[in-house]
C-alpha cells in the first residue's frame, strides 16, 4: 500500500484566523494546491483523516474538537467574503455599477452554508449528489464542506452583489437585461465554474472538475439568465447566449489564470520556477513545461523527481512529466541505475492522488506504478477518479512516443510492481519466462548484462520443482567476466557469499546480486546433501540449507527492494518447502552412542544390507521368469565373492510364488548314504512348505527313506507335494555343492546321486536346484558331474563393480551415518578390486576404530573417513588376522590345484605391484613357458591374477600384500 503524499513545503501545524497571510495561504490552497490542504488536515489528526462513515453529529463534534479543524472553519467565511468583495468590486466596475454590498454578504452566507451542509452530508455518506458519493468520511466531509464553503460563498457573493448592484437594488430585474445576463455569466461562468471545478478538483481530481465546471457554468449561467429576466434577449440574441456559454467554457477551462501563468512559464528555467509545479489544476499545456522539468532533474535528480511527481498528479499535465523523463532517461549514460533509483526513491512510493474515499486507501495508485506505465505508454486501467482514458487520448500527442528496450523494461517491473502480491503469496507458479525478451535486450546499455543474467538466474530459480536441481544453482549466477570484474573472483578466502565484492560488477542492484550468491550456497549445501553417504551429514547439510534460506529470507526483507524482493521471497518458500520435504524423508534419530557396525563379516548379506548384485539377480529374474520348465542353475566363483548372499536373497526377489529352501552341505555335514541325504533333504522342504502356509503335505518319515530305494521315496515325497503346493515353485538352494564330491570320494554317496536330480528336474518342473560352490565348470573332470552340470545353467560371480563397491562402501545400512571422503572410497576400491568380503573388512575395521578413538579414548573425530584412515586400519596387525579366511583360501585353493606351481608364480609377482610379464615370469621362476601356461590359466579362471596389456598382476592390492607378508619368494 503506498504512502500518504507530503508537501514539499513547509506548512502551519494550524491556521491562525487573526493571522492575514494565513488566508492567503488557504486560498492558495482552494484554488491552486489541494494536496497541501489534505496534507494540513492529514498532519492534524491522521485517524480521524482516515475515519469513514461517521455520522453527522460525530463528524461535527470531532471537527470541532481539534484546532486545526476548527480554525479551518472559522476562516472560511471571511476568506470567501474578502475574495467575493474583491471580484465583486473588480467586475462592478467593469460594468460601471455599485457593489451592493449586502447581497455580497447573503451570497456568502448562503455559499458557505450550502458548503457546510454538503461537506456533512458527504461525510456521513449519505444522499445521492456526485460530492456525497465521492466523498465518505471524515476527511471527505471537511474537504468537501471547506473547498464548496469558499467556491460557492465567492461565486454567491459575486452574483448576488454584482446582479443587485446592475438592477439597482430590484432583485432580478429586467433593466438592463443583456448587460445584467452577460455581466451575470462571466461572473458564474469565470468566478462559479472555476471555482466548482476547484471544489470537485479538491475532493477527486482536476479531470472531473473541468467537466463539472463546464457542465455547471453552461446551465448555471443560462439558468440564471433567465431568472434575472433576460430569457427573451437571448432568445432574441443568439450571440449574447454565445458569449454567455463561452465565458462558462472559459471559466472551466481557468483561461483567465493561464494568461497570467503564461508571462512567468516563458521565463521559467531562468529563475527556476514554473506555474505547472504550484498550480494542481492546470487544464492547458503551458509553454516549456517539459524543459523546465528536465532542466531539474539534470541539475539536481532527486529535488527534480520531486517535482516531476507533483506534475504526475494532474492527469492534464502529466505529459510533462512523462515526456521530461523519457528524455532524461535515454539521454543518461547510465539509464538502468537512474531507473532503478526512480523506482526505490520513496516520493514515487506515495498514492498518485491524495485518498479522502475508502476506496483510495485500498485501490488507489501509486506514483511509481503510473511512472512505469507511462514510460511503457500505457494507460493504467484502475478505479482512479482522476484519470479518465479522454485526458490521457487529448494529451497523448504531447508525450515521448519512442519505443525502446528501456520502455519495455519499464513495462516488465510494472507488471511486476503490479503482480507482486501474486509473486510472493500466490499458490500458482509464476513464470519470469514472459519477459524475457524484455531483460535479455539491455545488453546494450551500462550494467544491462547484469541485469539480464540476474533475473535469467531468479528465472531458473522459481523453475526448480526439484531438490536436486538446487545444487546446480551455482552455475546460474556469478560470471563477473561478462560485467568487467577485472578481480577474476566473487569470493574471498571464507568462501561464502556474504563477502561478496560488488563494487566491480555490481552497478545496478547489488543487494539482490548478493541474494543471488546467498542462494548459490544453498545450492551447495544442497550438493553437500547428495555427496554425503550418511543420513546424519545429509540431515545437517538440509538443516544447514534451511537456516540458509531462513537468513536470507529476513536480509532480503531490509535490504532488497521491489520488485525483485517479491522474486526473491517466492524463490525462498518453493525451495523452503522443498528442504522440508525432503528433511521428512531424511529425518533420523540423534546419535547416543557408538555407531552400530553394519559391515557383514562371516554371515550372508541379506535385505537392505544385500547390495552391489543387481546384474546376477535380473539374470535369475530372465531364467526363471516364464511360466513352465525353468532351469536349474550353478553360480560359481572366487571365494567369498557373496555367493552364499545371493542364495539368501532369492526369497525376497522372487517372492510367495516361489519357495526357497536352503540346503547348504557344510551345515548338513557329512551323511552316510543317499537316503540320509534325501531324507534330510525332504525333511528341509517340508518345514519350509509348513511355513510357506501350505497345508495337506505329511512330514516324511526316515523310515520310508531305505538304502535300497532312496530315489524311489524322494520321488513319491515329490509327488505328495505337487497337488498341495497350490502353483508354487520350489528352489533348492545347495551351497557348497563341491562338499558333495568330497562325500562322494569317502564312499558316502554314490555319482548317481546327480543323474537322479538331472531325470527330478526333468520330470518335475517347478522342482529347480541351485547350486553354488567355487570351482567352475570345467574344472569338473569327473565323469559323474558331466549329466548333472551338462543341464545347467553357469552364473560367475567375480567382483562388484565400482559402483556397486561405492554404494557398499558408503550405505551398508539404511542409517549409517559417518561419511567417506571421495578419496577415501577410491582408496578402498583401489585396494579390494571390489572384492565383497574385503570391503566389508575395511569397511568394518574403519567403524571399530571410529568407536575405539571416539567412546573408548574419548578422542573428538571428525564423523569422515579420510584416506589415511584406511591406511591406518590395514596397517594394523589384527586387519590380515581377521581377513585370513579370505587370504588362506586363496592359497589353499592355488595350492591344491592340478597345475602345480601356482603358489611359485604368486610369490614371484607378489614384490611387483606393477606386475610381471610372461618373459619375466619364464626367467624369474624357471618354468618352462608351456608349464607357465598350464600354471597361469586357473589363477586367471580364478581371479587371483590378471593380465593388463603384457603384465600379469594380482587382482586384488590386499591380496599381493599378504603375500609378501606371510610368503615372501
Known amino acids: 500500500m503506498p504512502n500518504f503524499p507530503t508537501y514539499r513545503g513547509a506548512l502551519p501545524a494550524c491556521l491562525n484566523p487573526l493571522n492575514p497571510r494565513h488566508y492567503l495561504l488557504l486560498a492558495a490552497w482552494v484554488f491552486f494546491q489541494p494536496t497541501a490542504l489534505k496534507w494540513y488536515l492529514y498532519q492534524a489528526a491522521p485517524e480521524l483523516y482516515q475515519e469513514a462513515d461517521a455520522g453527522w453529529k460525530r463528524l461535527v463534534g470531532k471537527i470541532w474538537q481539534i484546532k486545526a479543524y476548527r480554525h479551518l472553519w472559522l476562516m472560511v467565511p471571511g476568506l470567501s467574503f474578502v475574495l467575493s468583495s474583491v471580484l465583486a468590486v473588480s467586475v462592478n466596475w467593469l460594468q460601471g455599477t455599485p457593489v451592493n454590498w449586502q447581497g455580497v454578504a447573503f451570497g456568502v452566507v448562503v455559499g458557505v452554508a450550502f458548503g457546510v451542509v454538503v461537506g456533512v452530508w458527504s461525510g456521513v455518506g449519505s444522499g445521492f449528489s456526485m460530492l456525497a458519493s465521492e466523498a465518505g468520511g471524515v476527511a471527505g466531509g471537511v474537504v468537501v464542506g471547506m473547498a464548496l464553503g469558499v467556491v460557492v460563498g465567492v461565486a454567491l457573493g459575486v452574483v448576488v452583489g454584482v446582479a443587485l448592484g446592475v438592477v439597482g437594488g430590484v432583485a432580478f430585474g429586467v433593466v438592463g437585461g443583456v448587460v445584467g445576463g452577460v455581466a451575470f455569466g462571466v461572473a458564474l461562468g469565470v468566478v462559479g465554474g472555476v471555482a466548482l471545478g476547484v471544489a470537485l478538483g479538491v475532493v477527486g481530481g482536476v479531470a472531473y472538475g473541468v467537466v463539472g465546471g463546464v457542465a455547471y457554468g453552461v446551465v448555471g449561467g443560462v439558468g440564471e439568465s433567465i431568472v434575472g429576466g433576460v430569457l427573451d434577449v437571448v432568445l432574441r440574441d443568439a450571440a449574447v447566449g454565445a458569449a454567455i456559454g463561452v465565458w462558462f467554457g472559459v471559466g472551466a477551462l481557468r ?42 532533474l539534470q541539475q539536481e535528480e532527486a529535488e527534480g523527481l520531486q517535482l516531476l511527481v507533483s506534475v504526475s498528479r494532474n492527469p492534464c499535465q502529466r505529459w510533462a512529466a512523462q ?118 535486450d539491455l545488453q546494450a546499455y551500462p550494467g544491462g548484462a547484469e541485469l539480464a543474467q540476474m533475473f535469467a538466474a531468479m528465472e531458473a530459480f522459481l523453475g526448480y520443482r526439484q531438490l536436486k536441481q538446487l545444487s546446480s544453482a551455482s552455475s546460474q549466477v556469478f560470471h563477473p567476466e561478462q560485467w568487467g ?97 525432503e528433511g521428512g524423508l531424511v529425518g533420523r534419530a540423534a546419535q547416543a552412542g557408538p555407531v552400530s557396525n553394519p559391515y557383514i563379516l562371516n554371515n550372508p548379506a541379506e535385505g537392505e544390507r544385500f547390495v552391489g548384485r543387481e546384474e546376477i539377480m535380473r539374470r535369475l529374474e530372465e531364467l526363471w521368469a516364464p511360466e513352465g520348465r525353468i532351469p536349474s542353475v550353478v553360480i560359481y566363483g572366487h571365494r567369498r565373492m557373496g555367493k552364499t ?137 569327473h565323469d559323474y558331474w558331466h549329466p548333472l552340470f551338462g543341464s545347467v545353467t553357469g552364473i560367475r560371480v567375480s567382483f562388484l563393480s565400482p559402483e556397486a563397491a561405492r554404494r557398499l562402501i558408503i550405505e551398508p545400512s ?106 619375466q615370469l619364464v626367467a624369474a621362476t624357471g618354468l618352462p613357458d608351456t608349464e607357465l601356461e598350464a600354471v597361469l590359466k586357473p589363477l586367471v579362471r580364478h581371479d587371483v591374477i590378471a593380465l593388463n596389456g603384457t603384465h600379469y598382476h594380482f587382482t586384488v592390492e590386499l591380496m599381493r600384500r599378504w603375500v609378501v607378508k606371510h610368503h615372501p619368494a
Request: zero cysteines; charged letters at 25%.
Open 323 to 440: 515526456a521530461a523523463l523519457q528524455h532524461y532517461l535515454h539521454n543518461h549514460d547510465q539509464p538502468l541505475q537512474v531507473l532503478y533509483r526512480l523506482i526505490d526513491a520513496s516520493v514515487v512510493d506515495e498514492y498518485l492522488n491524495t485518498p479522502v474515499h475508502r476506496y483510495d486507501w485500498d485501490k488507489g495508485l501509486s506514483v511509481r506504478q503510473m511512472l512505469l506505465a507511462e514510460l511503457n505508454q500505457r494507460w493504467v486501467e484502475r478505479y482512479n477518479i482522476d484519470n479518465p482514458r479522454w485526458v490521457y487520448g487529448l494529451t497523448r500527442p504531447l508525450r515521448d512516443r519512442r519505443v525502446t528496450p528501456l520502455t519495455h523494461f519499464a513495462g516488465m517491473l510494472h507488471d511486476l510492481l503490479e503482480a507482486q502480491e501474486q509473486i510472493e503469496t500466490g499458490a500458482q507458479p509464476f513464470d519470469l519466462a514472459r519477459w524475457r525478451a524484455s531483460y535479455t
Open 645 to 781: 548372499s545371493i542364495l539368501h536373497n532369492l526369497g525376497r526377489r522372487f517372492g510367495p510364488r516361489t519357495i526357497i529352501v536352503d540346503f547348504n552341505m557344510q551345515r548338513v555335514g557329512r551323511v552316510r548314504d543317499e537316503a540320509g541325504l534325501l531324507y534330510l533333504l525332504a525333511l528341509h522342504i517340508y518345514d519350509e512348505a509348513v511355513a510357506q502356509g501350505l497345508s495337506g503335505l505329511e512330514e516324511p518319515v526316515e523310515a520310508d527313506f531305505s538304502v535300497e530305494r532312496p530315489y524311489l521315496s524322494f520321488t513319491r515325497f515329490l509327488k505328495r507335494l505337487d497337488p498341495v503346493r497350490a502353483g508354487r515353485r520350489l528352489i533348492i538352494a545347495i551351497d557348497e555343492f563341491e562338499k558333495l564330491e568330497t562325500q562322494i570320494e569317502a564312499g558316502h554317496l554314490t555319482p548317481d546321486l546327480f543323474e537322479f536330480w538331472r531325470g527330478t528336474f526333468t520330470t518335475f518342473p517347478w522342482f529347480v536346484l541351485a547350486f553354488a560352490g567355487l570351482y567352475s565348470l570345467e574344472e569338473r573332470r
Open 255 to 296: 483561461l483567465p489564470f493561464y494568461l497570467l501563468q503564461l508571462f512567468p512559464a516563458l521565463f521559467s528555467r531562468r529563475r527556476g520556477q514554473h506555474p505547472v509545479v504550484w498550480d494542481e489544476f492546470g487544464v492547458l499545456p503551458l509553454p516549456f513545461s517539459r524543459a523546465f522539468l528536465l532542466h531539474q
Open 485 to 581: 570484474d577485472t578481480a577474476g573472483s566473487r569470493r574471498s578466502a571464507q568462501g561464502t557469499a556474504n563477502s561478496l565484492s560488488v563494487a566491480q560488477h555490481a552497478i545496478v542492484r547489488p543487494a539482490v546480486l548478493t541474494a543471488l550468491g546467498q542462494l548459490a550456497d544453498v545450492g551447495h549445501h544442497i550438493k553437500a546433501y547428495y555427496d554425503s553417504t550418511s543420513r546424519a551429514n545429509k540431515q545437517a547439510a538440509l538443516l544447514r540449507a534451511t537456516d540458509a534460506l531462513k537468513a536470507l529470507d529476513q536480509d532480503v526483507q531490509t535490504r532488497v527492494m521491489a520488485p525483485e524482493q517479491a522474486l526473491l521471497r517466492r524463490i525462498i518458500r518453493q525451495w523452503q518447502a522443498l528442504i522440508i520435504t
Open 814 to 919: 539404511p542409517d549409517f551415518d559417518l561419511d567417506y571422503d571421495e578419496a577415501a572410497i577410491e582408496h578402498i576400491i583401489a585396494l579390494t578390486n571390489g572384492q565383497p568380503f574385503l570391503v566389508q573388512l575395511i569397511g568394518h575395521a574403519l567403524v571399530s576404530r571410529f568407536n575405539r578413538l571416539s567412546f573408548e579414548e574419548g578422542r573428538e573425530q571428525a564423523r569422515r573417513f579420510e584416506r589415511e584412515d584406511v591406511d591406518q586400519v590395514i596397517a594394523a596387525p589384527e586387519f590380515f588376522r581377521d581377513g585370513e579366511a579370505y587370504f588362506s583360501g586363496v592359497w589353499n585353493q592355488a595350492e591344491r590345484g592340478q597345475a602345480t606351481g601356482q603358489l611359485q608364480v604368486l610369490r614371484t609377482l607378489a614384490p611387483h605391484p606393477e606386475g610381471l610379464t610372461r618373459e
